[in-house]
């Protein structure tokens, strides 16, 4: 592997942000590398809340269908992703 290189995998990421109502807010798609489908799903969550904050909100849910991920952020690493924990400190 050469420097710059990733043997990581392409994806597309999209996060959208609503109010109590369900009512578009803002969004945003991106193109990410990750080395698996949780990694992606983490780091978009990550830039979901950064988006959130640069639009001032503060009070915020994360919806997410990866289970993984929604125990990480409340706190529950029995299942040993140790790749997303970087993802879940920023959080």
Same mark, same amino acid.
């Given at each position: 592997?050469?420097?710059? /290189?990733? $043997?990581?995998? /392409?994806a597309g990421v999209g996060?959208?942000?609503? $109010?109590?109502?369900?009512?578009?807010?803002?969004? =945003?798609?991106?193109?990410?590398?990750?080395h698996s489908a949780l *990694?992606? *799903?983490? *780091?978009?969550?990550?830039?979901? =809340? *950064? =988006?959130?904050? $640069?639009?001032?909100?503060?009070?915020?849910?994360?919806?997410?269908?990866? /289970?993984? =991920?929604?125990?990480?952020?409340n706190g529950d690493i029995? $299942?040993?992703?140790?790749?997303?924990?970087?993802?879940?400190?920023?959080?």
């Amino acid at each position: 592997m050469g420097v710059g /290189k990733s $043997n990581g995998r /392409k994806a597309g990421v999209g996060v959208v942000i609503r $109010n109590s109502l369900g009512e578009f807010l803002g969004g =945003l798609a991106a193109s990410r590398v990750g080395h698996s489908a949780l *990694e992606v *799903e983490a *780091e978009a969550a990550v830039m979901g =809340l *950064e =988006l959130t904050a $640069n639009l001032g909100y503060s009070d915020v849910y994360v919806e997410s269908d990866s /289970k993984t =991920l929604v125990d990480g952020i409340n706190g529950d690493i029995r $299942n040993r992703a140790w790749t997303i924990r970087p993802s879940i400190e920023v959080i």
